[in-house]
Every structure is written in structure tokens, then in C-alpha cells.
């Protein structure tokens, strides 16, 4: 069956850094989107980024350009977020999630509906 399971949460200082991972198994990873998505405290849920299933290309939400970065590792069947710069709002349940399909429109990556499977989420706190 698909698991996807992620690890590397923590707790950074404003500015600081933190690496997440995600461990697929049970499909063939290379043939798929990935996306992670997260939800902060008392809010609804969130797609952060998208990368194709090639690893081609990739896509962001406004709020975090220019300070995470999404790759894969096809042949180690593992999806990545580097999360620089991190800032207080940044603190939020980190999900990754497949999409369903493997090139996604631009305008639909973020669509969180066309994600069949997800992890359990990883915390991800930003204090001083």
C-alpha cells in the first residue's frame, strides 16, 4: 500500500534553518507529482510547493520564495523541502502529499484536491 512518511521537523530560530524528508513507498515514485502542504495552528490547509515527477520543475507559494526549496531523489524514492530563512509564520504541521498526476498545470499544482495520498505530517516550530 502507499505510505509516505516524513521526518525532520524540529524546532529553528527565526532565521534558521530546517530540512524535511519524505519517504514513499508502495507506488512507483518516479512516475508522479509531489507537493507539500501544512497547516498552522487554527488554520485551514496550506500547498506550500509542487515539483514535477522528473523533478523538472517547480512551484511555490508567494510566502516562501526565495527561502524553500523542493528536489527528489527518484532513485532513492524520497521527496525534500530545505527550509531557510525560516520565520515565526512558518510554524505549521508539514505534510507531503502525491498528486495524482505526474506534469500538473501550473494553475492547478496547487490544487490539494488532486493529491490521493498523504503522510501523517511532521512539526515544524519557529521560536526564540
Known amino acids: 500500500q502507499v505510505q509516505l512518511v516524513e521526518s525532520g521537523g524540529g524546532v529553528a530560530q527565526p532565521g534558521g534553518s530546517l530540512g524535511l524528508s519524505c519517504a514513499a513507498s508502495?507506488?512507483?515514485?518516479?512516475?508522479?507529482?509531489m507537493s507539500w502542504a501544512r497547516q498552522a495552528p487554527g488554520k485551514g490547509l496550506e500547498w506550500v510547493s509542487g515539483?514535477?515527477?522528473?523533478?523538472?520543475?517547480?512551484y511555490y507559494v508567494d510566502s516562501v520564495k526565495g527561502r524553500f526549496t523542493i528536489s527528489r531523489d527518484n532513485a532513492k524514492n524520497t521527496l525534500y523541502l530545505q527550509m531557510n530563512s525560516l520565520k515565526p509564520e512558518d510554524t505549521a504541521l508539514y505534510y507531503c502529499a502525491k498528486d495524482r498526476r505526474s506534469y500538473p498545470h501550473r494553475a492547478t499544482m496547487s490544487d490539494l484536491r488532486l493529491n490521493d495520498y498523504w503522510g501523517q505530517g511532521t512539526q515544524v516550530t519557529v521560536s526564540s
Open positions: 508502495g507506488f512507483t515514485f518516479s512516475s508522479y507529482a
Open positions: 515539483i514535477y515527477s522528473d523533478g523538472s520543475d517547480t
